[in-house]
Nanobody
Framework: QVQLVESGGGLVQAGGSLRLSCAAS?????????MGWYRQAPGKQRELVAR???????NYADSVKGRFTISRDNAKNTVTLQMNSLKPEDTAVYYC?????????WGHGTQVTVSS
């Protein structure tokens, strides 16, 4: 069974940095797999934060452009999200997702809390 495990969440002060990591099991990092980070705050809809293709092409939500960086290591089956200049509105549960033409695989999430 495919598994994605997130780590690196925690409590940080506004303006600080945090790095999230997602480790994938199995043969998930194929040429067709797009890896992404999503987040969901209480009372809000889940939203895309960033995504990256196997070849390294990236997309970011407007709210995080210039502050967050997504990257992947295909050999290690990991994807990371470097978050800088964090704001209170970044507070949410962050989820790792692997997407193919047929399936989506999700991690259980990691909590990120940014204090004022």
């Amino acid at each position: 069974q495919v598994q994605l495990v997130e780590s690196g969440g925690g409590l940080v002060q506004a303006g600080g940095s945090l790095r999230l990591s997602c480790a994938a099991s199995g043969s998930i990092f194929s040429i067709n797999v797009i890896m992404g980070w999503y987040r969901q705050a209480p009372g809000k809809q889940r939203e895309l934060v960033a995504r990256i293709t196997y070849g390294g092409s990236t997309n970011y939500a407007d709210s995080v452009k210039g502050r967050f960086t997504i990257s992947r290591d295909n050999a290690k089956n990991t994807v990371t999200l470097q978050m800088n200049s964090l704001k209170p509105e970044d507070t949410a549960v962050y989820y790792c997702c692997a997407s193919t033409g047929r399936n989506e695989y999700w991690g259980h999430g990691t909590q990120v809390t940014v204090s004022s």
